[in-house]
């Protein structure tokens, strides 16, 4: 049944009250956000056309906090009567990815997602705030990842996720580090969702644990006031303009993702760029140059930043689905050009070389020595 924005409780209890740790960096030291050069194109705030809550997803509070977000944005949306979601597909391959990339499904995150997987090298653990992403990257990791038609999928029962994190954090060890963004992209859905804000929140008061997401989205403001405690590292997928330009639609473009990360270092969030996939294109070298060049210029003095460096990869499932959701990529799926990589479960991706990869890999760990002595590089793959 559709229904009608209701006016509830507010929406923004997952906001703390002001403040920022110790480590913030000094607005003094720091240039004026102004004299950065950055802006650019913003990503536009993703407003599904078709939204569902599952009945229990519902009765949740934070998916309550999500409803009076949806009617403040002015989104209607149906609350189905058990906890199935309608059909979701279309007639055609096309048809079907048009209609889910405009479909959020508010869901409770089934049993299954609270018994939480180790996730090298980026993290101890991986939880989920959500299944699915707005955007439009044509070399998405989640296709072939995730079954179906790509359905954003948001968790309603967040408070019952954050919880079952408790039970992993090591007390043995200084920090455990947690990563919540491997099959979403937490920015996309923030302004619909708030889960982010709500699970920094959660961190914040968590002296053992430490929160890992990345982000190819900018719209960091509901971020930046928030009680973290220096426990979460906000990180920017960025590549070099040629690829953002082409292959990642919907998203915020380069200049919009270093403001992003600048405003998130001066308020005192530790940060990270994710260089990822890096693609030996034509000029990769000038064009991953002038990228780090700007990543220099955006950064305040004194940001805690580290590097991880992710290299361009399929399997020949990811390959077919995303050539049917992107006929005309120039994304470059040639697997002559490519080295299998077998896993242990049998299965293979396509990877590059061993004398591209060695290349690549000389390239970044001297180029970033060189313009940020101060970062660590946390691995290359
Ligand atoms: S931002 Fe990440 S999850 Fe979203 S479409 Fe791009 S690659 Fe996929």
Known sequence: ?????????????????????????SQADAPDITTFAGGGRSARDWKPKHIYFTADAYREPHGRRIAARLEDLGLTYDVQKGNRLPRLGGATVRETYQRAKNTLAIVNAPPSALRLTPIPPSADWQFHLAKGCPAHCQYCYLAGSLP????????????????????YIDPNRPETTFEASCYTDPLGIEHLTGSISRTIGWFAGQPGARLRWVTKYDRVEPLLNLVHNGRTRCRISLNADWVTKRLEGGTADLSARLLALRKLALAGYPVGAVLAPLMPFEGWQEAYAEMLGQLRAALPAGADLTFELITHRFTPGSKGILQEWYPNTSLDFDEEKRTKKHNKFGSHKFVYPREQMRELKEYFTAAIAREFPEAEVLYFT
Do not use: F
């Open 1 to 25: 049944m559709a229904r009608k924005p209701l006016r509830e409780a507010p929406h923004l209890s997952a906001r703390l009250p002001d403040g920022h740790a110790a480590d913030t960096i």
């Open 148 to 167: 179906g038609a790509p359905v954003t999928r948001a968790y309603a029962n967040l408070d019952t996720i954050l919880e079952n994190n408790a039970a």
